[in-house]
């Protein structure tokens, strides 16, 4: 079980880092964030494509768990999940998102990719 959560994480993961590299503006187009310099859409496309597309392959890694490390990618991973969330969740206290598309929805992603990256790391099988 472990190795599939892993690779639908995996998945959610190389889509955002893909479309973050290829196209930032439309990545961030939901939030509202312009991106009129090359400066802009260069820091989107390494904090969402960079980084989306690095943990996709380390989350690739761990379902075969390659050197052993499933258990700790997973809680890594998970813990960075739930600190985007938790980011959200002052947001909400700090300024109330008027929606929600795309704050919440995001939030609840977030949520349940954490969740399902905990249950994998709880319940490892090896392939």
């Excluded at 964030?33 to 597309?53: C, D, K, M, P």
């Excluded at 999940?81 to 929606?99: D, I, K, T, W, Y």
């Amino acid at each position: 079980m472990a190795p599939v959560l892993l690779g639908l994480v995996a998945v959610f993961f190389l889509g955002m880092g893909l479309l973050g590299l290829a196209a930032p503006k439309r990545l961030i187009r939901p939030f509202g964030i312009s991106l009129e310099s090359a400066t802009a859409r260069t820091e989107v496309r390494a904090v969402y494509g960079g980084f989306g597309v690095a943990v996709a392959v380390l989350l690739g890694f761990a379902a075969f768990d390659v050197g052993g490390i499933q258990r700790g990618v997973a809680i890594a991973v998970a813990v960075a999940l739930a600190g985007m969330a938790f980011g959200r969740l002052v947001a909400r206290f700090a300024e109330r998102p008027e929606r929600f598309y795309p704050s919440w929805l995001y939030f609840w992603v977030e949520i349940v990719l954490a969740a399902l990256l905990i249950f994998a790391a709880l319940t490892p099988d090896r392939v």
